[in-house]
């Protein structure tokens, strides 16, 4: 599964709006939006330097 793919999924699986999971993550809502879109790369480094809650 993509980074991408993984993202919209887990998002999805916790009823999590991009504003909801970007206040969790400490990013902007766009920064999840381009995330999802596969726009910006930035967010596999950010996904991989933080411990995401969303496993929990």
């Not at 919209?8 to 939006?33: D, W």
């Amino acid at each position: 599964m993509s980074f991408r793919t993984n993202l919209q999924y887990l998002r999805a699986q916790r009823n999590m709006t991009q504003e909801q999971l970007a206040m969790l993550l400490g990013v902007s809502r766009q920064a999840i939006s381009k995330w999802e879109e596969g726009l910006s790369r930035d967010g596999q480094a950010a996904y991989d330097l933080r411990p995401v809650r969303l496993h929990a």
